[in-house]
């Protein structure tokens, strides 16, 4: 990502700085969003943030570095996010989702990629984790199939397909959802996803076609996908949240706060 006008040339000398400023703490951190897009894809787009993906535990570790170098930080969402502003220019340090499923743990360091960012070497989200977390994004104004797309087409014969299977988990219709798309969007590349990922996930598929009717129940999935879509299914059809304890990670109140906050 080559900065093209005095305005980018200002907020990469900022991103490099602060990567620069993590790296000297020795805190840890992995750098995604466009930049690890960038470098698995070869798809370069003009951004406005770094993002930064960090331990949950380190959050406020990473933030002080931050705010040492002359940073105004603040916790966006308690669930997900962090920012660290400097003027127009800002690094989002994310520690999970928006709908609290994709949260950062251990394995994520243990299975970064090594690169380089702006000329600062650092590790960036691996593939199946950046998949993972774009696999949820589906708002109205923004979703991410297409890096999905286009990461498996560079990376999908490298990856650890069980790893991104077992991240989804009992979400593996997501998944599906996703890989049904690839072999629309490439179909001369299909095989890029292997054979036994697409019959496991279809057997499944087909296992659930005839469900037991006393599985039945008033729950909405959708809101792990948009908070604000599936309101109406929530307010005036009366389901039950996927987001909130137990099919999802948040509580009613972390939910409803989540609702609250602007669009990211």
């Given at each position: 990502?080559?900065?093209?006008?005095?305005?980018?040339?200002?907020?990469?000398?900022?991103?490099?700085?602060?990567?620069?400023?993590?790296?000297?703490?020795?805190?840890?951190?992995?750098?995604?969003?466009?930049?690890?897009?960038?470098?698995?894809?070869?798809?370069?787009?003009?951004?406005?943030?770094?993002?930064?993906?960090?331990?949950?535990?380190?959050?406020?570790?990473?933030?002080?570095?931050?705010?040492?170098?002359g940073?105004?930080?603040?916790?966006?969402?308690?669930?997900?996010?962090?920012k660290?502003?400097?003027g127009?220019?800002?690094v989002d340090?994310?520690f999970?989702?928006?709908?609290?499923?994709?949260?950062?743990?251990?394995?994520?360091?243990?299975?970064?990629?090594?690169?380089?960012?702006?000329?600062?070497?650092?590790?960036?989200?691996?593939?199946?984790?950046?998949?993972?977390?774009?696999?949820?994004?589906?708002?109205?104004?923004?979703?991410?199939?297409?890096?999905?797309?286009?990461?498996?087409r560079?990376?999908?014969?490298?990856?650890?397909?069980?790893r991104?299977?077992?991240?989804f988990?009992?979400?593996?219709?997501?998944?599906?959802?996703?890989?049904?798309?690839?072999?629309?969007v490439?179909?001369?590349?299909?095989?890029?996803?292997?054979?036994?990922?697409?019959?496991?996930l279809?057997?499944?598929?087909?296992?659930e076609?005839d469900?037991?009717?006393?599985?039945?129940?008033?729950?909405c999935?959708?809101?792990?996908?948009?908070?604000?879509?599936?309101?109406?299914?929530?307010?005036?059809?009366?389901?039950?949240?996927?987001?909130?304890?137990?099919?999802?990670?948040?509580?009613?109140?972390?939910?409803?706060?989540l609702?609250?906050?602007?669009?990211s």
């Open positions: 990502m080559v900065a093209e006008t005095a305005d980018e040339l200002r907020a990469c000398e900022f991103y490099r700085d602060m990567l620069e400023r993590l790296r000297a703490a020795g805190t840890r951190f992995l750098v995604g969003g466009a930049y690890a897009l960038e470098h698995y894809t070869g798809i370069a787009r003009r951004t406005k943030d770094v993002d930064v993906f960090v331990h949950p535990r380190e959050r406020d570790a990473v933030l002080a570095v931050l705010a040492a170098g940073c105004a930080t603040e916790v966006t969402s308690p669930v997900w996010l962090a660290a502003f400097s127009d220019d800002f340090v994310i999970s989702s928006g709908n609290g499923i994709v949260e950062v743990d251990d394995s994520w360091f243990e299975q970064a990629v090594a690169a380089k960012i702006l000329d600062v070497p650092v590790l960036l989200c691996a593939p199946e984790e950046m998949i993972w977390s774009k696999g949820y994004i589906m708002e109205r104004e923004r979703y991410d199939g297409a890096d999905i797309a286009h990461l498996i560079a990376w999908g014969r490298r990856m650890d397909w069980r991104l299977l077992d991240h988990g009992p979400h593996w219709r997501v998944l599906l959802s996703h890989l049904v798309l690839f072999g629309f490439y179909p001369g590349e299909r095989s890029t996803v292997p054979e036994w990922v697409m019959r496991e279809v057997a499944r598929l087909d296992g076609i469900p037991d009717p006393r599985c039945r129940t008033r729950l999935g959708g809101t792990l996908l948009s908070r604000y879509q599936y309101r109406v299914d929530l307010d005036r059809w009366g389901y039950r949240d996927g987001r909130v304890r137990p099919t999802g990670r948040l509580t009613a109140k972390q939910a409803a706060a609702d609250r906050e602007p669009k």
